[in-house]
């Protein structure tokens, strides 16, 4: 090996452990005895995990999570893949600027869009809760959804639909016999994904969602009332969901049918 | 009723025209296909005969004229309404269903029970040789086997009209050769009525019983094969179909002349053409008297396995292919570079106006 693919190589990994570092240590953490989430570990205990499920704030939370992940996920799949057919039904020229302009609020830095977002909401009256978190994660879960099933239906052989038209299926047949059952892998993991990314987020969250709670919003709470170790097992909890679905959706978009 | 069917053509296309913005693919035209035809529209690409397919299959609505089959008419009727069924180019097989789900997939749609739907799925795949594969999926099949499930999934729908959109195209050779003959076969026997869209004239003389040459956007020529073949319309056709000499003449006065030779046709003043087929063509050391003939050198003798092509430069700057049988050639070969009279009689060469 040269000097140079040598130097390479260890920035390559020093690079690489500062990005994991922290989150490696929450996960050590979140399984030590040491109650102030400082070195040495201590022995392995699944304590703090125990005391977090005892918790009624983190069931709360863990509902209030489940509802928005579940939600966002669904009418993401829904809307995207009508919109991403809109956009297949419009020109390029048009469908190229309609897939920007819907993106852009993914290019806006969050803080932004959550500062627009809670002002329109308070502006208009409408009252803070789930019920404005969710269509707020979805304006940034969406694009997402939207260009996945746009990418898969502009691929998707248009000989399929002319076949299955010509053996006299109508429409909506075709859509359920033959599109949704050959664009279903890349809409599961589209869907996963604007999962993965909704369970995660917290500034929008924090901003459009009043009173509750959600998992990283009780992330935040207990970092300023007490640093113990539950906000590790916490962390480590929505490390492994949000990873969770963001393999499986890679792994489904990725395949191809 | 049934004496009025009979007389009535199945399928009848009136002033079909279709322009796709300033291009037009169809200039209006006129096409009648009697009950059991198998008509081959043939015409080098972007001549508009896959355009012509799909107008008749209802995935095109033609901008002006009429389609009718069985004596109705079906122009304002989308492909889902039509009595017609489509092989596409590319098969268009479902790639998530199994070959049995593919080819049970219309009468699914159409409700037909299920006891009645298998038994029909059943004798179609076994005519089209296929039972062995119906658990596989398409991508699991060589390209001849997914031409077979195409085919039984159009025909499974009894179909008045079938359409194949150039349907050996994606085939190698060898598999082109014997699915042609099959394609015969199975038009004769189940006695249906298709029309097929090709570039290649061999297939389309060697598959149907009626061709109609394209080219751009019209139909040309439309007869038998042997028509098409003989007695070209035009050089347009006599070029595209079959191979062919075709000799520039000018015309005067009721007669055309050729080197020496002097040959009556009737018509305007102006340029024609002169076809003649390669294998009408002989070659002589003495001029003959009674037949046209050029003056002129073989330049070059090429084996074709069945036959020998051999090019003659002619005295008028004109390059003559002439075929000889394998037989002939060997019994009495000549030498490049010999001199030679090319000559044919009055009967195997046409006078064409230029298309």
Redesign the interface.
């Known amino acids: 090996m040269t000097l140079r693919a040598a130097c390479w190589l260890t920035f390559g990994i020093l690079s690489a452990a500062f990005l994991v570092a922290p989150l490696a240590l929450v996960v050590a953490f979140s399984f030590g005895e040491n109650p102030h989430a400082t070195l040495p570990f201590g022995n392995p205990t699944l304590q703090w995990y125990r005391e977090l499920f005892a918790g009624d704030d983190f069931l709360a939370a863990l509902q209030n999570s489940a509802i928005v992940t579940s939600c966002v996920g669904l009418l993401s799949a829904v809307l995207g893949t009508a919109a991403a057919f809109g956009f297949t039904a419009l020109d390029r020229k048009l469908s190229r600027l309609g897939a920007q302009l819907i993106s852009l609020p993914v290019m806006l830095p969050p803080l932004v869009l959550a500062l627009a977002l809670a002002t329109a909401f308070s502006a208009t009256r409408i009252p803070l809760g789930l019920g404005t978190v969710i269509p707020s994660h979805l304006i940034f879960t969406q694009p997402f959804v939207i260009l996945i099933i746009y990418a898969r239906l502009t691929a998707f052989d248009r000989s399929l639909i002319d076949s299955a038209r010509d053996l006299g299926a109508s429409s909506l047949q075709i859509f359920f016999t033959i599109t949704l059952p050959l664009i279903a892998p890349s809409l599961i993991g589209a869907t996963l994904l604007s999962m993965a990314i909704s369970l995660d987020d917290f500034v929008i969250t924090f901003f459009t969602i009043g009173g509750g709670m959600t998992l990283p919003t009780l992330i935040w709470g207990m970092l300023r009332t007490h640093l113990d170790p539950t906000i590790n097992a916490l962390g480590t909890l929505v490390l492994v969901l949000t990873l969770g679905l963001s393999v499986i959706a890679f792994k489904l978009t990725r395949y191809k049918g | 009723m049934l004496s009025a069917s009979e007389h009535t053509p199945l399928l009848r296309l009136t002033g079909i025209s279709k322009s796709f913005g300033t291009q037009v693919a169809l200039h209006p035209l006129d096409l009648s296909v009697a009950r059991g035809d198998f008509v081959a529209l043939l015409g080098p690409s972007g001549c508009g005969k896959t355009t012509l397919l799909r107008v008749i299959?209802g995935?095109l609505r033609s901008d002006q004229g009429r389609v009718e089959i069985n004596g109705a008419d079906v122009t304002d009727l989308?492909?889902?309404?039509r009595p017609?069924?489509?092989v596409?180019?590319?098969?268009?097989?479902?790639?998530?269903m199994t070959v049995r789900e593919n080819v049970a997939?219309?009468l699914k749609?159409?409700r037909v029970p299920a006891e009645k739907r298998n038994q029909a799925v059943g004798e179609i795949l076994e005519m089209m040789h296929i039972s062995g594969l119906s658990d596989r999926l398409p991508r699991a099949l060589s390209g001849g086997q997914q031409q077979r499930v195409a085919l039984a999934?159009?025909l499974v729908?009894k179909p008045s009209v079938l359409l194949l959109d150039e349907p050996l195209a994606a085939l190698d050779l060898q598999l082109r050769k014997s699915m042609q003959i099959e394609l015969r076969n199975l038009h004769r026997e189940i006695g249906g009525t298709f029309i097929c869209v090709t570039h290649d004239q061999g297939e389309a003389i060697g598959l149907a019983n009626r061709v109609a040459v394209m080219n751009a956007g019209r139909i040309v020529q439309e007869g038998t094969p042997e028509d098409i073949y003989q007695r070209p319309s035009n050089a347009f056709v006599a070029g595209f179909v079959g191979e062919s000499n075709i000799l520039s003449l000018t015309r005067q006065s009721g007669s055309c002349r050729l080197a020496d030779n002097i040959i009556p046709s009737s018509g305007p003043d102006g340029t024609v053409a002169m076809m003649i087929r390669p294998d009408d063509i002989s070659l002589v050391e003495v001029k003959p008297a009674a037949e046209i003939s050029l003056y002129g050198q073989l330049t070059d003798a090429v084996f074709m396995g069945d036959h020998v092509k051999l090019i003659v430069a002619a005295e008028t700057g004109d390059t003559l292919t002439v075929h000889r049988s394998r037989q002939e050639w060997q019994s009495d070969p000549l030498e490049s570079g010999k001199r030679v009279f090319a000559s044919w009689s009055r009967d195997a060469c046409h006078i064409l106006e230029q298309s």
């Open positions: 299959g995935f989308g492909p889902e309404q017609t069924n489509m596409f180019q590319g098969y268009g097989l479902f790639p998530h997939y219309g749609i159409a999934r159009a729908m």
